[in-house]
Each structure stands twice: as C-alpha cells, then as structure tokens.
C-alpha cells in the first residue's frame, strides 16, 4: 500500500491536477478500502481528515430557496456535468463529482472500519474523538446546504456510516 497510497492521496491535494484526475485517484483509493480495508487503516486517520478538509473547503451551499434542483442548461442537463465533459482539463474543485468521490470514500472507510471492528479484526480504531465531532459537523452541515441534491443523499449516507462506526465503538468500549 507504501506503493499506491500516498501517490495517488498526493493528487488529491494537489489543486493544480485536473478535477477529473482526483476524482479518479479518489476512486482507487475507494477500491483500496474496498479491497483490502486492513491495509488502509495505517493511512485512515490521514485520509480521512484530508477528505473531510476537502468537503468543508470545496462545499457550495445553494444559493436558491430550492435546494438541490441544480444548475441547469437550457438544454436541462447538469451545468456541473456539462463542464466537466466540455472541459475535461478542467481544475475547478466545486463540482459535485469531486464532492461525490470524497464523500463516497467517507462512507466506505468508515463502513469498513465498522465491519473490522464487529469481526475482532481490529479493536484499535485510527480516528480520534476530534476527527468525529468534525466530520459529523461537516457532513450534517452538507446533508443539509449543498447545491447538489445527490451530494446532500451521499452526506446524509456517509453521516449514517459514520454514527454506525460510533455506535459499534461505544458498544465495544462497554464491553471492555
């Protein structure tokens, strides 16, 4: 994982890569969770706090009465979409994909964490008390405001994930 890991979290960050590059690199690194969850809890905490740096940065509440309809064209497609495949190149980090690709990543990670916790895989979690009380604010607070309608359900999702993963660790440290 030394191998894939750190490069493909480094074009994340990275704000000069095209949208679409990090958003794939978000992908496969969503597949490393999927894969194998155990080999990626040395760069959880890491991950996790650099995704939810990018929702609370790259977040874009609606500006209209009617969350969640979107912007759109004339034609009625997606104004976010059109640009991203018009403009493939394009380095503008306030698309939904890239919100989408964060947030999906969220949900896995601590879906996983979940799953190796109630299989006596791991009883350690990587993420501190902080990490949770942040990410659970940043995500109700996307669930709730972003313009993007399937970005507001992927949130609401992922703040599910994340209660689960809460609640799994409270009944474990009862146990202890």
Same mark, same amino acid.
């Given at each position: ?8 979290? *480094?074009?994340? %960050? +990275?704000? !000069?890569?095209? *949208?679409?590059?990090?958003? &794939?690199?978000?992908?496969?690194? @969503? ?7 155990? *080999?990626?809890?040395? =760069? /959880? ?16 509440? @609606?500006? $209209? ?21 018009? +403009?493939?190149? &394009? %380095?503008? &980090? ?6 989408? /690709?964060?947030? !999906? ?6 879906? *996983?964490? $979940? ?5 006596? %895989? ?10 949770? %009380?942040? /990410? +659970?604010?940043?995500?109700? =607070? ?12 992927? /949130?609401?999702?992922?703040?599910? +994930? ?15």
């Amino acid at each position: 994982m030394d191998l894939l890991v750190p490069p493909l979290f *480094a074009v994340v %960050r +990275n704000m !000069h890569v095209p *949208a679409v590059l990090r958003m &794939s690199s978000i992908s496969l690194l @969503a597949d490393c969770v999927d894969t194998y969850s155990l *080999a990626i809890l040395p =760069y /959880a905490q890491d991950l996790c706090t650099g995704f939810i740096d990018l929702l609370q940065l790259e977040s874009s509440p @609606a500006n $209209t009465v009617a969350k969640g309809e979107g912007k759109t064209t004339d034609d009625g497609n997606n104004d976010d979409l059109v640009s991203l495949d018009s +403009n493939p190149t &394009s %380095r503008d &980090s306030k698309l939904p994909p890239l919100r989408c /690709a964060a947030l !999906h990543f969220l949900s896995l990670l601590m879906h *996983a964490s $979940t799953k190796l916790i109630c299989k006596g %895989r791991t009883w350690i979690t990587p993420f501190p008390g902080s990490m949770f %009380r942040r /990410a +659970n604010i940043v995500l109700e =607070y996307i669930s709730s405001t972003d313009e993007d309608r399937v970005v507001r359900v992927m /949130a609401m999702e992922a703040k599910e +994930n994340l209660e689960r993963l809460q609640g799994t660790m409270l009944e474990l440290s009862e146990l202890v």
